[in-house]
């Protein structure tokens, strides 16, 4: 071992854990008639390129990537900023554990004292929860913070009345105001993780440690475990936008040579290869064997849905569209609303479709592998297809040829 590395061990053992993977906010400091506070904020957007439904990331950790784990003081009053665009239909909410109302696990609520504590904060509805805002008004009567609302304990943090907002067209979203949420924590005998997640969308969660007033974290174990790992986009769906494509590029077995016709050289022409590819995906996923009326409805729409959803992430990842604002009223914004409303509604309505399939006892997939023949496009047979068909001609004219002479 190096005696760099020995130096780095000795200093770890002496002082705590070092914070290189934790994402810490940008504080600043506030004055009240009463006393002197800091406020810090964590700013969200959603890479919607990212996985499927897209992840979370944190304006003041750039270089973390996408659902970065946070650092948070006991005591401390933390914002986290849902205005930015991007986090349209991803509501956020903090647990206890991995994805909270979509497992079913405790969330972090007034009523939900935290895991193993002693405290008797669910007695009186105080215990930890955020505090949903819009455009600065509080929406909830719960309140660990005197800063944002005179302290009381009460069922009511605002959720009800934020959440179903996110469904709202985005325009109406967009205009309402900036939304947030607040978090102050203050039960002292809880050190395990907490986790941030999207109330919509399920497998987006992010990880949320203790750490001291010099930034150190209380403990470095990750706990609790998450039951699932974040989706890993190969180069193909990189350079397209989309997820999941690169097994579906042409020449396939199961589609056509193309799907789109004459497409030119260049960048244009890899732009229409992504399109040869989710077609390609959706075609394969629609030939579905039939148990059912209702599982074959949603066997066929899952794909569909998904076709669509990677269609308008391809034309967003393009950045053609030149929209600052989508409550304007131009074509690239009416443009843009639709490319956000397809990726995050019909990525829940997936998701519900899913959920249906597995709680019914259903099949989750039910493919049929079904090969290319004869298929033509316009009148032309398509693909590879086509020499065979040109070779079944001359086989039938060589065929003829001793009856012609």
């Given at each position: 071992m190096k005696y760099s590395s020995l130096i780095l061990v000795f200093l770890s053992k002496l002082f705590g854990e070092t914070n290189a993977e934790v994402c810490l906010p940008k504080c600043q400091p506030y004055v009240s008639t009463t006393r002197s506070f800091s406020k810090c904020t964590f700013t969200f957007e959603v890479d919607l390129h990212a996985g499927e439904l897209g992840y979370y990331k944190v304006k003041e950790c750039p270089d973390m990537g996408t659902n970065p784990t946070l650092g948070i003081q006991k005591g401390v009053s933390y914002i986290f900023d849902q205005a930015d665009i991007s986090n349209y239909m991803h509501p956020l909410g903090l647990a206890y554990y991995p994805d909270g109302a979509h497992r079913e696990v405790d969330e972090l609520e007034p009523g939900i004292s935290?895991?193993?504590?002693?405290?008797?904060?669910?007695?009186?509805?105080?215990?930890?929860?955020?505090?949903?805002?819009?455009?600065?008004?509080y929406l909830g009567k719960y309140s660990n913070d005197e800063t944002i609302s005179e302290v009381t304990g009460d069922e009511d943090f605002g959720l009800d009345v934020y959440e179903p907002e996110f469904f709202y067209p985005i325009t109406d979203w967009a205009g309402a105001g900036r939304y947030s949420i607040s978090l102050k924590f203050d039960v002292d005998d809880f050190e395990d993780d907490i986790f941030y997640f999207c109330?919509?969308?399920?497998?987006?969660?992010?990880?949320?440690?203790?750490?001291?007033?010099?930034?150190?974290?209380?403990?470095?174990?990750?706990?609790?475990?998450?039951?699932?790992?974040?989706?890993?986009?190969?180069?193909f769906d990189e350079e397209c936008g989309t997820y999941n494509l690169s097994p579906f590029q042409l020449p396939n077995e199961q589609c056509p040579s193309t799907f789109v016709c004459d497409a030119p050289e260049g960048s244009l022409g890899s732009y229409s290869k992504c399109y040869d590819a989710m077609?390609?995906?959706?075609?394969?996923?629609?030939?579905?064997?039939?148990?059912?009326?209702?599982?074959?409805f949603m066997h066929q729409m899952i794909p569909h849905h998904q076709n669509a959803v990677n269609m308008a992430k391809a034309l967003l990842k393009t950045r053609k569209l030149k929209c600052d604002d989508v409550t304007e009223e131009t074509d690239d914004c009416a443009l843009e609303v639709i490319l956000r409303e397809i990726i995050?509604?019909?990525?829940?309505?997936?998701?519900?479709m899913q959920a249906i399939l597995e709680a019914g006892d259903y099949k989750s997939e039910n493919d049929c592998v079904v090969e290319m023949t004869s298929t033509t496009v316009k009148g032309i047979t398509s693909g590879a297809k086509r020499t065979s068909f040109i070779s079944a001609i001359l086989t039938f004219v060589l065929g003829l040829m001793p009856f012609l002479m």
């Amino acid at each position: 071992m190096k005696y760099s590395s020995l130096i780095l061990v000795f200093l770890s053992k002496l002082f705590g854990e070092t914070n290189a993977e934790v994402c810490l906010p940008k504080c600043q400091p506030y004055v009240s008639t009463t006393r002197s506070f800091s406020k810090c904020t964590f700013t969200f957007e959603v890479d919607l390129h990212a996985g499927e439904l897209g992840y979370y990331k944190v304006k003041e950790c750039p270089d973390m990537g996408t659902n970065p784990t946070l650092g948070i003081q006991k005591g401390v009053s933390y914002i986290f900023d849902q205005a930015d665009i991007s986090n349209y239909m991803h509501p956020l909410g903090l647990a206890y554990y991995p994805d909270g109302a979509h497992r079913e696990v405790d969330e972090l609520e007034p009523g939900i004292s935290p895991p193993d504590s002693l405290s008797d904060c669910a007695s009186s509805n105080s215990c930890p929860a955020p505090m949903y805002i819009r455009e600065g008004i509080y929406l909830g009567k719960y309140s660990n913070d005197e800063t944002i609302s005179e302290v009381t304990g009460d069922e009511d943090f605002g959720l009800d009345v934020y959440e179903p907002e996110f469904f709202y067209p985005i325009t109406d979203w967009a205009g309402a105001g900036r939304y947030s949420i607040s978090l102050k924590f203050d039960v002292d005998d809880f050190e395990d993780d907490i986790f941030y997640f999207c109330h919509i969308h399920a497998g987006m969660n992010g990880r949320i440690k203790f750490i001291d007033e010099n930034n150190n974290v209380l403990k470095s174990e990750d706990y609790p475990d998450q039951p699932y790992t974040y989706d890993v986009i190969s180069s193909f769906d990189e350079e397209c936008g989309t997820y999941n494509l690169s097994p579906f590029q042409l020449p396939n077995e199961q589609c056509p040579s193309t799907f789109v016709c004459d497409a030119p050289e260049g960048s244009l022409g890899s732009y229409s290869k992504c399109y040869d590819a989710m077609n390609c995906a959706m075609m394969q996923g629609m030939t579905t064997n039939v148990d059912d009326e209702i599982s074959l409805f949603m066997h066929q729409m899952i794909p569909h849905h998904q076709n669509a959803v990677n269609m308008a992430k391809a034309l967003l990842k393009t950045r053609k569209l030149k929209c600052d604002d989508v409550t304007e009223e131009t074509d690239d914004c009416a443009l843009e609303v639709i490319l956000r409303e397809i990726i995050n509604g019909q990525n829940h309505q997936i998701q519900t479709m899913q959920a249906i399939l597995e709680a019914g006892d259903y099949k989750s997939e039910n493919d049929c592998v079904v090969e290319m023949t004869s298929t033509t496009v316009k009148g032309i047979t398509s693909g590879a297809k086509r020499t065979s068909f040109i070779s079944a001609i001359l086989t039938f004219v060589l065929g003829l040829m001793p009856f012609l002479m």
